[in-house]
């Protein structure tokens, strides 16, 4: 049996029959991936302990037959505060839920493990985290290499002085000629499109130089998370309680 350590982000886990658990972490080195805790419903140790969602841990692991279990982890960071607090535990929810649904099994993507552990700990320390979580969600797309067309109608390539749309199906643009074949073409102006290529080029610490007007938040979320939906071919289970926290 193989043996192996591993330092990871706890994304969520599951029961699994009467007493285990499994964990799906996110590891620097190895990607996505789930292991079995055993036993972990039936015991209240500190190990168990250092399981809960969002932890970042080093864990001692076994290559299973199906799945690999965790039998030792050491705790790096708790990010207790990010299931503590209401709004820092839906935008961790979300973020992590964009992560789990981008992500393949087992494929190694550092820069995205890299990006999200700096973003729980900008999270962590911030009270607002409404420009955060739209730098979050417009610069994984850029990490995962789906940046929408900002510049000229994605169809036709002319570049519209006014009145034209973004269609998540089209995946940007699109000119007034061209809008009528997508059904969710939603009006845009060069402000709302400027915004959406800053949020994904700004360093997460240094959002607050950007000053974006509050009624321009909701709107800019509205075309990322449709984009990034479209993108996923299914609607976020988290953005409906995230919507409910900042109505
Ligand atoms: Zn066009």
Redesign the pocket.
Known sequence: MGLYRSKAIVLRSRNLGEADRVLVLFSEDRGKFEAVVKGARRQRSRFVGNTLPFNYLEGLFFTGKNLDSLSQAELIRSFSTLREDLLKFAHASFWVELIDGFLPERQEAGEVFRFLLAAFLILEKTGDPKVLNLAFQARLLKYLGYQPELGR??????N?EKDFSFSAAAGGV??????SQYRDSLPVNRELLRWFGLLGETDLRELHRLKIEPDVLPRVFNLLSGFIENRLERPLKSRVFLDNLNR
């Open positions: 109608c994605i169809c036709c390539g002319t519209p699109v000119c007034p000629d061209c809008s």
